[in-house]
């Protein structure tokens, strides 16, 4: 996606560049042609009238002209200088010459022939601006994305290769795609059994959980074409060109039907239709335009319309009736066995060490998506061939776990005493105050090695796929979040920058707690989504907000105060983990036990 959008731009300079090189050789043309025609037009020059006078008086010695040209050179008697002059017209001229001559007034009279090469390199010449305009012209209309055919050059469509096979779990979602198959291998049956199946399937889940993967093996299995497009690809400045890509596109899907036509990212044209204008406006008519094409089917018309989001609740109501997008899947995140098949069908093509198994590498990495799992193994295979290992080794592994979760290390970067000392004593409190906190003991690295943006980390263990997490969890996630700042607050008697992604993660995780979750024992269950509605808060009255606003700050401030009294109560073992961590910058899960014995 992003790659063909750069591309997109790559595309539009090029044109910008070689409009304005068009433009500039147009002009130069122009002006040469100004010019020869001024110079020409000296007193070389001798006007039609002036020339008959001449004829009349005897004076015109020679005329010679060319085949389909208009202009005659002219020597006259007394005159050295040969002069030219425009003939009106050559048949009328050439009798003239002829009746002259039989009156006894010789005049040497020549018609040469024309020359070919001349005349076409003249006529090509002086046509050149035109065509340059024209190519301009043409140029610019594609900078604009007119034309083209509606770009229907955008929807790509290709013969997809991929199978169910390469999709890893999702076992319900591939059963229940089957029948989409089935229709597209065999339209007739299901016509004839007077079965409907879906036209449009919504696909729903997180980017990278493999909603086009999954849309690509239906077209692979049922081996027909895949229409992909956008959905940001229609928002375009132009009123109505989002509209006319959309019939365009189902225009070229009816021709080549049966298909499957894929619109990713369809909230950006099928979010509620509002009664603003401009962009809004622009976006209403492509949705409307999507309905109608969505309703337009004939029963012939084989094509299945699959679209993606990760906000459905986003799309306007309209979008989901019967005979639209009336079916609804939702992709979750994988869970364990999810992911350790995801893992396998992207190691097939890798050398692994023989003591690496799939399924630990499954265990560490719960809530990554399909995605990141098979960026983690290719990002594992970059780091072993730069390393020059003989194949994939467990520290390669870990390694591009970490690059994928918290960054690249940064090695190059220079560290003050000073800064070293405050991230070891925040990543040391983070470690500390979650080591007596039951839900957040599981550590597994602590680090002061910058990666990405963070000056350290505190890893913890992930190995347990859970669907449900408690209040008690979450407050104590806040209480661990908040263990940094404790840390320096309550050693330096400073606070530093270095906290603010954990404050940010703690605030959004206590306001989800307040209007996600109903978990406020003051506000009690309730949901407000303010992403949703923005009005939603305004509806519910002014003291309602400032109760959850007291809320999360009620919250964050106790998490906070228990942080600040655990490190109190552990001052030793924070200074000791702090030390070693400014000794040995990582500290693993065994050495730490072992230091908070
Ligand atoms: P989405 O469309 O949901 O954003 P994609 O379908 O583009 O996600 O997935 C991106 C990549 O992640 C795929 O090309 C594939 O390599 C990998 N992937 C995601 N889910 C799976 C899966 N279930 N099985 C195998 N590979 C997957
Ligand atoms: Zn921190």
């Known amino acids: 996606m992003d790659e063909r959008k750069s591309q997109k731009d790559k595309k539009k300079q090029f044109y910008i560049i070689l409009a304005s090189?068009?433009?500039?050789?147009?002009?130069?043309?122009?002006?040469?042609?100004?010019?020869?025609?001024?110079?020409?037009?000296?007193?070389?020059?001798?006007?039609?009238?002036?020339?008959?006078?001449?004829?009349?008086?005897?004076?015109?010695?020679?005329?010679?002209?060319?085949?389909?040209?208009?202009?005659?050179?002219?020597?006259?008697?007394?005159?050295?200088?040969?002069?030219?002059?425009?003939?009106?017209?050559?048949?009328?001229?050439?009798?003239?010459?002829?009746?002259?001559?039989?009156?006894?007034?010789?005049?040497?009279?020549?018609?040469?022939?024309?020359?070919?090469?001349?005349?076409?390199?003249?006529?090509?010449?002086?046509?050149?601006?035109?065509?340059?305009?024209?190519?301009?012209f043409i140029l610019l209309i594609k900078l604009q994305g007119l034309g083209d055919k509606g770009k229907v050059y955008d929807a790509e469509t290709t013969k997809s290769k991929i199978k169910f096979d390469d999709v890893a779990g999702l076992e319900e979602e591939k059963q229940e795609m089957i029948e989409i198959v089935d229709f597209l291998k065999e339209p007739k049956k299901f016509y004839e059994m007077g079965a409907k199946i879906p036209r449009g399937v919504l696909l729903c889940g997180q980017p990278g959980t493999g909603k086009t993967l999954i849309a690509k093996a239906i077209a692979g299995e049922a081996n027909v074409p895949f229409i992909s497009m956008s959905g940001s690809e229609f928002i375009e400045m132009f009123a109505g060109l989002g509209a006319s890509r959309v019939r365009k596109l189902f225009e070229k899907a009816k021709k080549i039907s049966p298909c499957i036509v894929f619109i990713d990212e369809i909230d950006a044209i099928g979010s509620r239709r509002t009664s603003g204008s401009g962009a809004e406006t622009e976006n209403n008519q492509t949705l409307n335009q999507l309905l109608v094409e969505m309703d337009g089917f004939d029963t012939e018309e084989t094509i299945i319309v699959l679209a993606a989001t990760n906000r459905p609740e986003m799309l306007d109501k309209a979008l989901l009736r019967p005979?639209?997008?009336?079916?609804?899947?939702?992709?979750?995140?994988?869970?364990?066995?999810?992911?350790?098949?995801?893992?396998?069908?992207?190691?097939?093509?890798?050398k692994f060490a023989p003591n690496i198994d799939m399924k630990d590498i499954a265990g560490d990495t719960a809530g990554f998506t399909g995605a990141e799992l098979a960026n983690i193994l290719n990002e594992a295979a970059i780091i072993a061939t730069i390393k020059e290992h003989e194949e994939i080794t467990k520290n390669d592994i870990e390694d591009a776990v970490k690059k994928v979760t918290v960054g690249l290390e940064k090695q190059s970067r220079v560290i003050s005493e000073k800064d070293k000392r405050l991230t070891a004593f925040h990543e040391a409190g983070h470690a500390i105050v979650s080591s007596t906190l039951q839900t957040q003991k599981d550590i597994k690295e602590v680090s002061i090695i910058p990666r990405g943006v963070a000056g350290g980390y505190t890893m913890y263990k992930t190995n347990e796929d859970k669907y449900y997490i408690s209040k008690t969890e979450m407050q104590e996630k806040l209480i661990a979040l908040l263990g940094g700042r404790a840390a320096e607050k309550v050693v330096l008697n400073d606070i530093s920058t270095g906290a603010s992604n954990d404050i940010e993660v703690a605030t959004q995780i206590a306001k989800n707690m307040v209007i996600k979750y109903g978990m406020s024992d003051t506000l009690g269950p309730v949901f407000i989504d303010t992403e949703k509605d923005p009005y939603e808060l305004q509806l519910l009255g002014e003291k309602f907000g400032d109760a959850i606003g007291a809320e999360v700050k009620i919250m964050l401030d106790n998490a906070y105060a228990q942080a600040q009294n655990i490190l109190r109560n552990n001052m030793d073992k924070l200074n000791k983990v702090a030390s070693v961590l400014m000794e040995k910058e990582v500290i693993s899960a065994e050495e730490f036990q072992e230091l908070i014995k």
């Open 21 to 136: 090189v068009l433009l500039l050789i147009a002009i130069a043309i122009l002006v040469v042609i100004l010019v020869m025609q001024t110079n020409t037009k000296k007193d070389t020059e001798l006007s039609y009238t002036d020339l008959i006078k001449q004829i009349e008086e005897g004076n015109v010695e020679k005329v010679e002209m060319t085949a389909g040209s208009t202009t005659a050179k002219i020597k006259l008697k007394d005159i050295e200088e040969e002069k030219t002059t425009l003939i009106p017209s050559t048949q009328a001229f050439i009798e003239l010459i002829q009746e002259k001559s039989l009156e006894g007034n010789h005049i040497d009279f020549t018609q040469k022939p024309q020359n070919v090469f001349v005349k076409i390199s003249g006529t090509l010449f002086s046509l050149l601006p035109t065509i340059l305009l024209v190519i301009l």
């Open 323 to 350: 005979g639209r997008f009336d079916r609804q899947i939702t992709i979750a995140l994988p869970d364990l066995r999810g992911r350790e098949e995801i893992l396998k069908i992207h190691a097939k093509d890798k």
